[in-house]
């Protein structure tokens, strides 16, 4: 398989994808794959942008649904399939919740963006391209998934000292 090195923008393209009027995008080097979001395995007392857990390569995964967090509405009539763009981070996996199908845009065709970033979003984003006509927020998707399921705090490990070995004359 041949490997493309990145662009001077630092990404070898974006997986692009519309949540309302506003383009969003995810840099390929942090997506995992892409999986239907169909089967979510609810949580037990779910609320909020949490939308469950999928299955991912043999992994149970959580979900999170972007429009649920950003506050969007969703589209009227029939629900439409959700598409999970599954992002990584070291072994971390989680998958965000799409309302369409990402379509892949190439580094090539990726320019640095001439304006500042939506209103609504300039909390969350952490770089805007732009791709012909299309301006495209990459947010900072982990810090969005770390706010809603917290990392859990390192468990302190217990350490019990080995009993000393008991020499003949020692009383019990």
Not at 15 to 25: A, K, Q, R, Y
Not at 100 to 120: S, T
Not at 151 to 171: E, K, L
Request: aromatic share 6%.
């Amino acid at each position: 398989m041949r490997r493309e090195a990145g662009t001077a923008l630092g990404t070898r393209g974006v997986l692009v994808f519309p949540i309302g009027e506003i383009l969003l995008g995810a840099p390929v080097e942090e997506v995992s794959g892409l999986i239907e979001g169909e089967h979510i395995a609810p949580l037990p007392r779910q609320t909020g942008p949490a939308a469950g857990v999928l299955a991912f390569r043999g992994s149970m995964i959580p979900a999170l649904d972007l429009c649920v967090y950003l506050d969007m509405p969703t589209p009227e009539g029939p629900p439409k399939p959700k598409y999970g763009i599954v992002l990584m981070r070291g072994v971390e996996r989680f998958a965000l919740l799409v309302p369409a199908l990402p379509r892949l845009v190439h580094g090539r065709d990726l320019k640095p963006a001439q304006h500042e970033a939506d209103p609504e979003l300039a909390d969350f984003v952490s770089s805007i391209y732009r791709a012909g006509l299309d301006q495209i927020h990459c947010l900072r998707y982990w810090s969005i998934f770390d706010s809603v399921i917290p990392p859990a705090p390192p468990r302190a490990v217990r350490t019990t000292a080995a009993p000393s070995p008991r020499r003949m004359g020692d009383v019990a």
